[in-house]
């Protein structure tokens, strides 16, 4: 009996993933065909002022805009994976357990989903927020940005990143798609 349930429920739950957009490089092309996400997109900016292009350009370099997006699984040795993922990072803006929980409890959103994602740019705009006004970062500032959402706030404020070349370059891919968007939207009709 539960094997049929499973059949018969699994469509729906498939049907309910939103596929990631076709063309990622494209802010324009990617708001057009994700039209819904247009209207919470812009609310996360004027909310917590973090520029749009900023919010989307996380998103695109944490999850390529996978609603469900996972880690990979840990290895032994690099012999094969032993059951667990690296971390607790889920949903498009790959937010870690006990980050999200702290969202919900500071927002008062405890519907939140990290698969929704006006949820997730609205988390995004909240921790970038919360960045800002911690570390003095400017919201203009992509590159420094994306570096304390990846090493946490703390981890930024004692610059774990610096011993961390591929971390580095990989905010500064943030920035550059960051940029890219910008004059992507500003472009848009």
Request: charged residues 20%.
């Amino acid at each position: 009996m539960r094997t049929i349930f499973f059949i018969l429920l699994l469509p729906y739950l498939v049907g309910c993933a939103s596929a990631p957009p076709k063309n990622k490089h494209n802010a324009c092309s990617l708001l057009w065909e994700k039209e819904e996400w247009l209207d919470p997109l812009i609310q996360a900016s004027k909310k917590w002022g973090i520029p749009k292009h900023t919010i989307l350009s996380i998103i695109y370099h944490e999850s390529k805009f996978v609603s469900n997006a996972l880690p990979p699984m840990k290895s032994l040795f690099g012999l094969g994976l032993i059951g667990r993922r690296i971390s607790s990072a889920y949903g498009y803006a790959q937010a870690l357990d006990g980050t999200w929980e702290d969202y919900m409890r500071s927002t008062g959103k405890w519907y939140a989903s990290r698969t929704d994602f006006g949820d997730s740019v609205d988390f995004i705009g909240w921790y970038l927020n919360n960045a800002i006004r911690s570390l003095g970062i400017s919201k203009y500032n992509a590159y420094e940005l994306y570096l304390s959402y990846h090493q946490g706030i703390n981890g930024f404020r004692k610059k774990s990143y610096a011993k961390k070349p591929a971390i580095k370059n990989y905010a500064r891919k943030v920035q550059e798609t960051a940029l890219t968007y910008k004059g992507q939207i500003r472009g848009c009709s």
